[in-house]
């Protein structure tokens, strides 16, 4: 069992920068892979970044690719997504979600525990 928690979301000025962060109660958050998925008004959630148990490997949607970064501190229990040169199309609610067995790790149907979701919202 883990708990996510999602905090660093508000209002951006196109071109402008986030930083969300998402806390996850438990011992055994290493055992989990992390990602950050988006869900704007009308559209189906959709994956923006993933990473690995050790943070080893990070995958990214295209969309975002070279813009954000996720990351992860195991000794803090927490995920990261650094959002740079943020764009209107990029609004939505990010949430955390965590991920104990292998298999796709752009689907949301794989993961099991999601947080409550933090609202970016990114002015023209």
């Known amino acids: 069992q883990v708990h996510l928690v999602e905090s660093g979301g508000g209002l951006v000025q196109a071109g402008g920068s986030l930083r969300l962060s998402c806390a996850a109660s438990?011992?055994?958050?290493?055992?989990?892979?992390m990602a950050w998925f988006r869900q704007a008004p009308g559209k189906e959630r959709e994956f923006v970044a993933a990473?690995?148990?050790?943070?080893?490997?990070?995958y990214y949607a295209d969309s975002v690719q070279g813009r954000f970064t996720i990351s992860r501190d195991n000794a803090k229990n927490t995920v990261y997504l650094q959002m740079n040169s943020l764009k209107p199309e990029d609004t939505a609610v990010y949430y955390c979600a965590a991920m104990n067995r292998f298999g796709p790790y752009d689907l949301p149907t794989q993961y099991g525990y999601w947080g409550q979701g933090t609202q970016v919202t990114v002015s023209s």
């Open positions: 438990g011992r055994t958050f290493s055992s989990y892979t």
């Open positions: 990473i690995n148990r050790s943070g080893g490997s990070r």
